[in-house]
């Protein structure tokens, strides 16, 4: 059967991003979106931090942001979903229009500035969640209030994080969209040291007696310096993170750009970002000695993209802008390509092509 975003593709694509977005959102909450048929490949499962992945590609965060559609997404055949970033309080983000696709380029410059429905709305549909029998993982995405002065600013993490510990499946530091002035400088190796420190503690004080405590991952921006990556690597090996997102968004804009709206402030994300986001997994994985995982993002639009992101050590995929170029068919495209290139090259399951490029 031909894939029906042939036709609805072009049709969300002439509507204004924000619009065809919402609508999205809309089509999966209705289950408009085909449900994936094919059972599971073997070859793509993998366990982390004691969770099960069905498959290692994921949805990455801002597309859900409200928590609406975790479970949709996953029934489409991502092997888990991250929702937010949330912050405490619902915050309108940034003046529309603040929303550009580059189908020239197959990328996107978002500044959105973290708009969302706030903590209660998102935590609130965690908890309604019925994980028993959920196809996967969901994670929690946590920033900070842009009203909230820069001095508070990890007042905001822990909040969220409290909130979230006992609900969502992993939790996520987002301290790298460059949307929210400041956000950013969480990533100088003092106050993430501060940050992480009083983030676990607050995971431990939201943590149900008898459950396990949910991973706390950290995600991290394209556009650091040699020695921020360092002290990054450094701490997440000291403290008790337990992965690394490389990576989100970058402020770079590549000469290579051709669409019009190039030059809007924002982050890029898409097919641009994927040299630069698989450099920086393949650093990260060894100045990490393979230690943590790492989950590879930026620029993913096929199954030799992801394989070729695990190769350079990625455990886990996440992708969000080729998913508005190619549609929910993508993901099972994806990991049927995967699955190809890993018997290709002899391996048997996922996990075992991690990091192969430097072994
Ligand atoms: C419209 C849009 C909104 C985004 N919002 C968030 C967000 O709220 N939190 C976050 O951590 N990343 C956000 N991202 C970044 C993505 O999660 C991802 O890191 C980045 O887009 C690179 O992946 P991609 O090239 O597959 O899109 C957003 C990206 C886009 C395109």
Aim: hydrophobic share 40%.
């Amino acid at each position: 059967m031909p894939d029906p975003y042939l036709i609805a593709g072009p049709v969300l694509r002439s509507l204004p991003p924000e619009t065809a977005h919402r609508l999205g959102i809309h089509a999966l909450r209705l289950g408009l979106a085909p449900s994936e048929k094919e059972a599971p490949d073997p070859i793509l499962a993998c366990e982390h931090w004691g969770l099960k992945f069905a498959n290692p590609i994921g949805l990455s965060a801002g597309f859900d942001k409200d928590a609406e559609v975790m479970d949709a997404a996953l029934r489409i055949g991502f092997g888990f979903a991250e929702a937010g970033t949330v912050t405490p309080l619902p915050q309108p983000g940034n003046p529309k229009p603040r929303l550009f696709r580059l189908p020239a380029d197959r990328a996107m410059i978002n500044r959105l500035g973290f708009n969302n429905g706030g903590l209660a709305r998102f935590s609130e549909r965690f908890a309604r969640r019925d994980r028993g029998s959920s196809k996967g993982p969901a994670g929690a995405n946590i920033g900070r209030n842009h009203c909230t002065g820069e001095k508070h600013a990890i007042s905001d993490f822990e909040i969220g994080i409290e909130v979230l510990a006992g609900l969502a499946d992993y939790l996520v530091i987002n301290i790298s969209s460059p949307n929210t002035p400041g956000l950013r400088d969480l990533q100088q190796r003092e106050l993430l040291e501060e940050l992480i420190g009083r983030c676990l503690k607050a995971r431990a004080r939201g943590m149900r007696r008898d459950a396990p405590p949910p991973p706390v991952l950290v995600k991290i921006a394209p556009d650091l310096d040699e020695s921020e990556i360092r002290d990054i690597a450094e701490l997440a090996l000291e403290t008790d993170i337990a992965g690394l997102i490389v990576c989100n968004t970058t402020v770079d804009r590549p000469s290579s750009l051709q669409s019009n709206f190039r030059n809007e402030a924002g982050g890029l994300s898409g097919a641009p970002l994927f040299d630069r986001a698989r450099d920086f997994v393949a650093k990260m994985h060894r100045m990490t000695e393979g230690q943590i995982p790492i989950v590879g993002c930026g620029g993913v639009a096929s199954g030799d993209d992801a394989y070729v992101m695990i190769r350079a050590g990625a455990s886990l995929i996440q992708l969000y802008t080729a998913l508005v170029f190619e549609g929910p068919g993508l993901v099972s495209r994806i990991k049927k390509r995967l699955a190809v290139r890993l018997r290709q090259d002899g391996f048997s399951a996922v996990g075992e092509a991690v990091g192969a490029d430097f072994r």
